[in-house]
């Protein structure tokens, strides 16, 4: 039988080495290739050998993304959120990267800005990427989770985080967020305003349901009736918060505090009340939600709600993991829900009535 031609040896590139430039100059099969590195009882100790050999000399690595679709799993866990700026959903991409490393797993990051359609787009595109697993924050236009039913429908381990559909049957880690707007509220009543306002949002959405729930429970256990003049529902924009500020300071009686859902929209407020003559905080207080960059920087500097985003990242990708390894068996949903720290700044603090920097929950 006439011997085998001897290939040409690798030739040095920029470009990584193929388990197809390995074959070609042992002059095998990649099949040969494939199951001497993962060490298959079909191919010899001698193969395996050079098989290995070779790999070192050209510092071969293998292409786990392409190796896990063709064996229909993966060591990905896709991510869902609404947008990466700010710093929240930043610092929770954070502690998700954090934590799934460390498990052995690498993230896919997607955006939905906003939009639903977009947000079923990118859930197509995880689940053809073969993701072991899915963490998701839910749009501002999202309605409806019939897309997401149809992803536990195929078995796909999903795991909800800040912004989460209605009901108990679904995984999720989530802020206290009406616990937030209980201690926003009641630290505001601690400095003496009584005239509290509500910059609210989006109230499909669970977060800013809950956080106006927290403001309506501290006004009802201090034996105050709510306003609804002085609840504003906008989209959390500072722009939002600004006219909002209008409409508040035109009525009859304005409000001496304002506790908003969120920090830009807090933000729009302030420079809104300033733009009026109003001073923050001695006659209008004013307090924020989520912490963001800008709150240390501001003048006053803005109290507000911090969400422990990292923490979050992290919780989600243990319970996604939980879900993961229990693999068919029945597993029955959990719900985390994460303590809030109210950070108390200048803008809410009347001087006769100051508080420690940073109040913690009890």
Do not use: W
């Amino acid at each position: 039988m006439a011997s085998r031609k001897k290939q040409a040896p690798v030739p040095a590139s920029t470009n990584p080495v193929s388990m197809a430039d390995l074959a070609r100059e042992l002059g095998v099969s990649m099949t040969t290739i494939s199951r001497a590195l993962s060490d298959h009882h079909s191919i010899g100790p001698a193969m395996k050998q050079k098989v290995l050999k070779l790999a070192k000399k050209y510092n071969y690595q293998p292409n786990r993304l392409a190796s896990a679709l063709r064996k229909g799993k993966s060591q990905l866990i896709g991510i869902i959120v609404p947008y990466i700026e700010g710093r929240f959903f930043p610092s929770v991409v954070h502690g998700i990267e954090t934590a799934a490393s460390r498990a052995g797993y690498n993230v896919i990051i997607c955006q939905s800005n906003e939009d639903v359609d977009q947000e079923r787009r990118n859930l197509d595109i995880l689940l053809s990427a073969q993701v072991a697993g899915i963490l998701v924050s839910m749009s501002r236009t999202t309605l409806e989770a019939d897309h997401f039913e149809t992803v536990r429908g195929r078995g796909l381990p999903l795991v909800f985080f800040d912004r989460v559909p209605e009901g108990d049957n679904v995984n999720a880690v989530v802020l206290d967020d009406q616990e937030g707007g209980y201690v926003s509220t009641r630290h505001l009543l601690s400095q003496g305003a009584r005239r509290i306002a509500h910059l609210a949002g989006p109230q499909h959405l669970n977060i800013y349901k809950n956080r106006l729930q927290g403001y309506r429970q501290a006004l009802h256990e201090a034996g105050m009736a709510p306003d609804e003049q002085l609840i504003v529902h906008t989209d959390m924009s500072q722009e939002q918060g600004a006219a909002a500020m209008r409409q508040l300071l035109a009525l009859p009686a304005p409000p001496d505090a304002v506790f908003a859902a969120g920090d830009y929209s807090a933000l729009g407020a302030m420079q809104e009340a300033r733009r009026q003559g109003r001073r923050v905080p001695q006659d209008v207080s004013i307090s924020g939600f989520s912490n963001e960059a800008f709150t240390l920087i501001t003048e006053p500097t803005l109290t507000t709600v911090d969400q422990r985003c990292e923490e979050m990242g992290q919780a989600a990708v243990r319970l996604l993991l939980d879900v993961i390894e229990a693999g068919t068996a029945p597993f029955t949903p959990r719900q985390v829900a994460l303590r809030p720290e109210l950070l108390v700044r200048g803008s809410s603090v009347r001087a006769a009535k100051a508080e420690p920097a940073a109040a913690h929950l009890s």
